[in-house]
C-alpha cells in the first residue's frame, strides 16, 4: 500500500503545476530519520495525528526521511503531498526547514507545518519548543538524585537545537547542586543528515563510558539514539535514565527498562500537531510562529513511575521560577 500511494504521489508531483492539485485529502506528516516508533521525538508527533483522527475524523499519511537524505530529498517528499491535495504538511524536525520553505512557496494555497524551526512565509506554521526550560528541570532531578555528583548529557548531533538541551540541563544541575560534575558528549557533529538521531549502538557506548566515570544519571536528547543508552543504563543498579521528548516510561519499546527511566523532558509536538490541523479543518490555518514553553505546558517534565515524587515541591519552585522570570534559563552552553 504504502509503495502505491508513493506512486501515486510522484505521479501526481509530475503531471501537476505548483499552483494545482488533485483535491483536499487531508493532513499528512513526514518524520524525520527514525520514524514514527522511534519512542520519543517522532512519535509525540504521530500522537498529534492520532488525536486528530480520532477526534476530527480525519485520515492522516505518514511518510518517513532515510538517513542521509538531501533538502532536495526531503523537498521532493513535501511537495508531493502537497501536489496530492494533502494539507496541511507537516515536516517534523528541524531538517525539513529548507524543504518546507522551498515547498511552501510552490504551494501558495496549502498550509505548512514546520517542528523546531523557523520558517517565515505567509501560509506556515512554525512549531519552537522551551526544550531549554524542561531541560533545567530535568538537571533539578538530576541534581538532587545524583548520589556520586556526576551526571551526563549525549545529544544526538552538535547543533543549535540541542545545545538548548545540554544548556538547560547543566544550568539546572550547576544552579541546585554546584559540586555536581556534568559530562557532556555529542554522537555527531552537525552532520546534517539526521544520523545522530538514528544511532542507538554509538549512544548505549556514550552511555557507557560515562558510566564508567562514575555517573549515575544520564540524560540523552538524541532521538531514537537514546533508546540505547537507556538500555545500556539499565544494566547498572543505581544509574537513572532521563527520557527525552516524549514520556518515555510510557514507551511500549522502553517497557524493559522503564524501571531506570527517572523522568522525562517532554516536548509536546502531538500538541502542536493537533492544534495546526484542527485549524486547517476548521478553515482558520494557524500561520507564522507558535511557542510552547513551560507556561504553556509545551514543555514538561514528566512524573510517570513516581520517581520524583519525593522532589516534586523542588521542582514545582523551579518551573514557577522560569515562568515568572526570576530563573532566566540560557539556551547557549
Excluded at 23 to 40: C, L, T, W
Excluded at 292 to 299: N, W
Aim: charged share 25%; hydrophobic share 40%.
Amino acid at each position: 500500500m504504502a509503495a502505491t500511494v508513493a506512486l501515486a504521489l510522484s505521479a501526481a508531483a509530475c503531471g501537476e503545476s505548483s499552483t494545482e492539485s488533485e483535491g483536499e485529502k487531508g493532513p499528512a506528516i513526514a518524520f524525520d530519520v527514525g520514524g514514527r516508533d522511534d519512542q520519543s521525538f517522532n512519535e509525540s508527533a504521530a500522537r498529534g495525528g492520532d488525536k486528530a483522527e480520532e477526534e476530527l475524523g480525519v485520515e492522516v499519511f505518514y511518510q518517513t526521511a532515510r538517513e542521509g537524505e538531501t533538502d532536495a530529498d526531503r523537498e521532493q517528499r513535501l511537495t508531493e503531498m502537497a501536489a496530492a491535495g494533502y494539507d496541511p504538511v507537516i515536516g517534523v524536525g528541524f531538517l525539513y526547514g529548507t524543504a518546507v520553505e522551498r515547498a511552501a512557496e510552490q504551494y501558495p494555497d496549502t498550509t505548512f507545518g514546520i517542528v523546531d524551526s523557523v520558517v517565515e512565509a505567509d501560509n506556515v506554521y512554525s512549531m519552537v519548543f522551551a526544550e531549554h526550560e524542561a531541560s533545567y528541570l530535568a538537571g533539578v532531578a538530576a541534581a538532587l538524585k545524583t548520589q556520586s555528583n556526576v551526571v551526563g548529557f549525549i545529544g544526538g548531533e552538535n547543533n543549535p537545537l540541542i545545545q538548548k538541551f545540554e544548556a538547560g540541563f547543566a544550568q539546572g544541575v550547576t544552579d541546585t547542586n554546584p559540586d555536581a560534575e556534568v559530562l557532556v558528549e555529542y554522537l555527531y557533529e552537525n552532520s546534517g543528515t539526521g544520523a545522530g538521531f538514528a544511532d542507538p549502538a554509538k549512544a548505549k557506548e556514550k552511555a557507557d563510558g560515562m558510566i564508567v566515570r562514575d555517573a549515575d544519571v544520564i540524560y540523552t536528547a538524541a532521538g531514537a539514539s537514546g533508546n540505547g543508552s537507556i538500555e545500556e543504563v539499565a544494566k547498572h543498579e543505581g544509574v537513572w535514565a532521563i527520557g527525552v521528548d516524549s514520556d518515555q516510561y510510557q514507551q511500549e519499546g522502553l517497557a524493559e527498562w522503564q524501571d531506570h527511566i527517572l523522568t522525562s523532558a517532554v516536548k509536546a509536538v502531538d500538541v502542536a500537531v493537533y492544534d495546526l490541523i484542527k485549524s486547517v479543518e476548521e478553515g482558520d490555518p494557524l500561520t507564522g510562529v507558535g511557542e510552547y514553553g513551560l507556561a504553556e505546558d509545551g514543555v514538561y517534565l514528566a512524573t510517570s513511575g513516581g520517581f520524583i515524587d519525593d522532589i516534586k515541591g523542588e521542582i514545582d519552585t523551579a518551573r514557577e521560577a522560569i515562568i515568572s522570570g526570576e530563573i532566566e534559563v540560557s539556551q547557549t552552553p
